[in-house]
């Protein structure tokens, strides 16, 4: 090879991957804070209605947002875990002594308690957050909790006269349903995200195999052999051949000694009828397959392990079932 750059290009990682990485990511970012500010904005700007209201004309219904001023307390009825999460439901009193199903984080709870503790009896509070239905096992948890203190004389709660009590939504200040262009730009983010991550799992896996070539091999050694006149040199293919080694930068650096090589087959690949290209394997003793070349057609591979034949006639070209049965007897001995 000529040019003392480009054999120093060989062992080094191509940094227009992590770059197409970085982009890729910035543009995922970029998607899921445009969804996160674009739901905020309905957020922000959406009608809040009052919730007593909503339920006195049997109106509230899933995913309106409403408030709701509060001047008891809340009380804890019931409380849900689920892996990581928990939920807690109270039951929440306005100034009219209507009641309401609350769901509240513990902050908030705590916001609640300190404020109701500095001034009892001026205490207001008001809640914000979208409504929906009432499961029935909540609906049961609140009939059972309702009841458990009521006199003899007061009227019972019961499912048939859960609305007129209670109605027949409970107010959620933790969930917030995504607007659908929201959830577009959100779920885009997240592809895009996926990608980068792709992009960056290939530079770092690359840099590792790089590293643990270099360590294994004399970089000064591999220099000269791919310096020396008789090398081989195929760069559209990622494929060197030098008097001493195989040296490949198809999948970040692979580098053989060609005693250590018993097999070399060309492999096709189809997805959907169409040719995506064919690969060259190496084989070795220690019973490793690795890509080292790769073409759109099979005639500059043919001339590749022709050459590659000439280092050690004992290596195995092509793939036929003789040679795919004395592969696996060589490296069973």
């Known amino acids: ?29 970029g998607l899921i804070v445009a969804g996160v500010i674009t739901n905020k904005n309905k957020y922000d700007n959406e009608e809040v209605h009052v919730y007593n209201d909503l339920i006195a004309a ?52 705590k916001k609640i308690e300190e404020q109701y503790n500095a001034d009892k009896e001026n205490f207001k ?20 909790a309702y009841n458990e203190n009521l006199s003899e004389t007061a009227e019972k709660l019961t499912t ?20 659908s262009t929201a959830t577009t730009f959100i779920g ?15 530079y770092f896996s690359k ?15 591999l220099k000269d052999e791919l310096n020396n006149c008789d090398m081989s040199q195929y760069a559209k293919q990622t494929i060197y051949l030098t008097n001493k080694y195989l040296i490949s930068t198809l999948n970040g650096l692979d580098v053989f000694e060609y005693k250590d090589i018993v097999w070399v087959y060309n492999e096709k690949r189809k997805q959907n009828g169409v040719s995506l290209g064919v690969w060259l394997i190496v084989c070795t003793m220690d019973r490793k397959r690795i890509q080292v070349a790769r073409a759109q057609k099979d005639d500059i591979l043919i001339e590749i392990m022709t050459k590659i034949k000439e280092k050690n006639q004992d290596i195995l070209v092509g793939f036929t079932g003789d040679n795919n049965k004395q592969y696996k007897e060589i490296t069973k001995k």
């Open 125 to 144: 509070y008001t809640l914000k957050g979208y409504i929906y239905d009432d499961p029935s096992e909540l609906k049961r948890l609140a009939i059972s």
């Open 1 to 29: 090879m000529d040019n003392n750059m480009e054999v120093e290009k060989i062992f080094k990682n191509k940094k227009n991957i992590l770059i197409i990485g970085l982009v890729i990511l910035a543009i995922a970012i």
């Open 160 to 179: 048939t006269n859960f609305r007129d009590y209670l109605g027949i939504t409970y107010l959620d200040e933790t969930k917030t349903p995504f607007d």
């Open 188 to 202: 885009i983010g997240i592809g895009t995200g996926v990608i980068s991550l792709i992009f960056f799992i290939i």
């Open 58 to 109: 049997k109106k509230d219904k899933e995913e309106m947002l409403v408030e709701l001023e509060i001047t008891e307390i809340p009380y804890l009825f019931a409380t849900k875990e689920e892996k990581s999460t928990k939920q807690n439901f109270y039951f929440a009193i306005d100034k009219n002594n209507y009641w309401y199903i609350v769901r509240l984080t513990e902050d908030t709870y």
């Open 207 to 221: 840099a590792a195999k790089i590293k643990s070539a270099l360590k294994k091999y004399n970089i000064e050694d």
